[in-house]
């Protein structure tokens, strides 16, 4: 009998096909496996097939997941061999895998002395290694990357089309030989440092950080900015140079040891750190490293993901600062030139290597919430992202302002873009742009039909606008709910919390506490905060002051009509907003957490930080159409410097609030909104009402462009 399979899943470019011909070499069976543009089809015969199914589950590769397998059962076909066929089908469905961290075979390698790889900082495999930070063009085959430069040795040659080999088809192979070179610049000029071989110039930049000094390190899908963690002058210093004040720095460490002597770990947060994705997690401090995350009482933590990372610890015992090299909220510095031009003053040495980064990619971002876990930056290890769905259009969704991505759906998926940052700079809207036309290329894609958001100062709106292409704005909140309901592929009516920062309203007024009765058609606001003025506008919120200042004099000001202060709040022109956002930061500055909002989550955090679990009070808020907040605005403002009690009561009561209005209607519950990432919040809310959240999609506004392309494939033809 031949046995003939359809198989699907996460089945292309992870290895799976040299898994299929191990198997099916190893019992002795005849024919063939292909790649097609509906799966893998395997097709088989001999006196072993009806072993070989399991045989193959029992053994897939690491990153492969079977989702389907269709049997057929043919006459013989009587075949000779069992070989591997080239696929001829269209490339444009086969999904472009994300980077994938070093695997525990190539570290074995990497660390064996007879190993012809011995300390290789460019060690992959067809399970491991670069894939969309170095992909040009479709279809994924060497000569489309930023390996086509290096030409093969013939040693690699040997185990690249070798199908019982780990690094069968693994088209960034390399070594020695043949592969990419270190290369370490010295600040002043920049010049290179000549060495006798790559480990001493990873052991000379592992010397320099350990004298205190700041480097930047290239990685997978961009350079890091580099220094000991443990010495509170060098991060310091990194913070003057670099002009960061007081936003967190993430820590990479030597292993996960490391990381339990300065952070309390809970079983989830270790899987999470081991996984292949190898995220940055935000995690809970143990012991305090000055400069890193004052005031806050998070970190945000890493293993070390490439090679290079794991040579450079060899030298090492301390954990490293390594952030994102960039000026302020620019996107991810790719290549040492422009390294040079925009942070040359703040690195004393750049260890960079001559394999380009073609398309950048940040860390990931990820928290554990109870069992489960929600995403605030989905780029390296996870994106490009893709997700099955039946759509008919060719949709381009642009995404929101802030934390912006983009996705696109055609056929059967949606893929959603690496996370490509606010939309606040030139550099960041090019950037923007450049991912669009990347992701119309590596997808042979071009658009009918273009999604945005309502806000018309939006550069991604604006942009949407001139492309002459049909064009719909879909209302921030509603995408954000939209897109949960994509997540878990939900019909029918949903009660819809939104907390956000701000996004644009139906009204015009800047709206982020809101409350819809939605589905994937239409949606209806229920409920909202009552709106306040935003003093500032949107580029205010960084005083929260001022508009503390606004909400209390307000009402008061109406007694006093002839004060100035009265005058101009009654006659300045102030958008108006009903950000729950806002209101943290609001909270946070009455109760004298914070003076002003340094960096955007600063005051969720803090009160995270002092939330007491154990005080149960709260403070009535209606709810009403408008659900007026100042009750709890005038007991923040009551108990100015009870931390504790403040923060407690203050999610206590937006707790309570949440549970009466979802009592009113018998509905199933979605939480969304950049709010939602406070995990104090989402973990009680999560367990009270067991709602619909997004976990794999970002929660906060890197989700938007999924809802809103959601809202296309559901309500266009
Ligand atoms: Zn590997
Ligand atoms: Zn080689
Ligand atoms: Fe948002």
Redesign the pocket.
């Known amino acids: 009998m031949r046995y003939r399979y359809k198989i699907n899943g996460i089945v292309q470019g992870v290895g799976f096909r040299p898994s299929v011909y191990k198997i099916a070499t190893n019992l002795n069976l005849k024919g063939f496996v292909l790649n097609s543009g509906d799966g893998v089809i395997i097709e088989i015969e001999g006196k072993n097939a009806s072993k070989f199914i399991n045989e193959l589950k029992n053994n897939l590769p690491p990153l492969a997941k079977i989702e389907s397998i269709e049997e057929e059962i043919l006459p013989l076909a009587n075949y000779k061999t069992f070989e591997i066929k080239e696929s001829k089908n269209s490339l444009k469905t086969t999904s472009i895998s994300p980077d994938?961290s070093?695997?525990?075979?190539?570290?074995k390698?990497m660390f064996d002395k007879n190993n012809r790889r011995y300390f290789y900082p460019f060690?992959?495999?067809?399970?491991?290694?670069p894939r969309y930070t170095i992909i040009e063009n479709i279809p994924y085959d060497r000569k489309n990357t930023s390996m086509k430069k290096f030409k093969m040795c013939e040693e690699c040659y040997k185990e690249y089309i070798n199908p019982l080999d780990?690094r069968y088809h693994?088209e960034p192979i390399s070594c020695y030989n043949c592969g990419p070179k270190l290369n370490v610049l010295e600040g002043e000029n920049f010049k290179e440092i000549p060495f006798d071989n790559e480990i001493e110039k990873i052991k000379f930049i592992a010397n320099k950080i350990k004298e205190g000094k700041i480097v930047a390190v290239k990685g997978l899908g961009g350079f890091h900015l580099m220094c000991d963690a443990t010495n509170k002058e060098a991060v310091l210093e990194l913070r003057k140079r670099k002009r960061r004040p007081s936003k967190p720095f993430a820590l990479m460490f030597k292993n996960l040891e490391q990381i339990k002597e300065y952070a309390k770990l809970t079983q989830k947060d270790e899987e999470l750190i081991n996984s292949y994705e190898k995220p940055i997690v935000l995690v809970k401090k143990k012991k305090e490293l000055p400069g890193i995350a004052d005031k806050i009482d998070r970190y945000g933590v890493f293993l070390p993901y490439t090679p290079l990372h794991l040579l450079l610890f060899e030298f090492l015992d301390f954990p490293l600062v390594a952030t994102s090299a960039n000026v302020s909220d620019e996107p991810i510095i790719r290549d040492s030139n422009e390294l040079i031009e925009k942070l040359g003053s703040v690195v004393d040495y750049i260890l960079d290597n001559n394999r380009d980064i073609i398309n950048a990619c940040d860390d990931s971002v990820v928290q554990a919430v109870g069992e489960d876990i929600i995403t605030m930056r989905c780029a390296r290890g996870y994106a490009p992202f893709s997700i099955k769905t039946k759509n008919s259009l060719n949709i381009l969704a642009v995404g929101a302002n802030q934390k912006n991505t983009i996705s696109l759906s055609f056929g059967d998926k949606l893929i959603l873009s690496p996370h490509i940052g606010d939309l606040q700079t030139l550099g960041s809207v090019e950037y923007f742009e450049r991912t669009i036309k990347t992701f119309r290329r590596l997808y042979d894609f071009n658009e009918d039909i273009i999604i945005c958001d309502k806000h018309p100062y939006y550069e991604s709106t604006k942009w949407a606008f001139k492309q002459n292409k049909k064009t719909y704005q879909i209302q921030h909140h509603y995408a954000h709910a939209l897109s949960t309901m994509f997540e878990y592929d939900l019909d029918g009516e949903y009660l819809c919390f939104i907390f956000d920062g701000t996004g644009y309203g139906d009204d015009g007024t800047i709206w982020g506490g809101e409350v819809f009765i939605a589905d994937r058609h239409k949606y209806k606001r229920i409920h909202y905060i009552k709106p306040f003025k935003l003093i500032g506008g949107e580029k205010g919120v960084k005083n929260p002051a001022n508009m503390a200042v606004a909400l209390i004099t307000d009402d008061l000001a109406k007694n006093y009509p002839n004060y100035k202060i009265a005058k101009t709040l009654k006659n300045g022109s102030f958008p108006l907003t009903s950000s729950m956002g806002r209101i943290f930061d609001i909270v946070a500055f009455l109760c004298g957490m914070i003076e002003k909002n340094e960096w955007e989550g600063l005051s969720g955090l803090l009160i995270e930080r002092y939330y007491n679990p154990n005080i149960k009070e709260t403070v009535e808020l209606n709810i009403d159409k408008e659900i007026d907040f100042r009750p709890l605005l005038n007991f923040a403002a009551k108990h100015r410097g009870d931390f504790e009690r403040v923060s407690s009561v203050f999610l206590n009561s937006i707790i309570k609030m949440i549970e009466n209005i979802s009592k009113i209607y018998d509905l199933p519950v979605i939480v969304g909104g950049g709010v939602f990432q406070n995990k104090t919040l989402l973990g009680i809310i999560n367990k009270k009402l067991n709602p619909y959240f997004n976990k794999k999609i970002p929660i906060n506004d890197g989700g938007v462009s999924v809802g809103q392309a959601a809202w296309g494939i559901w309500n266009l033809k």
């Open positions: 994938k070093i695997c525990d075979e190539c570290i390698e060690i992959n495999c067809t399970n491991c290694g780990r693994a």
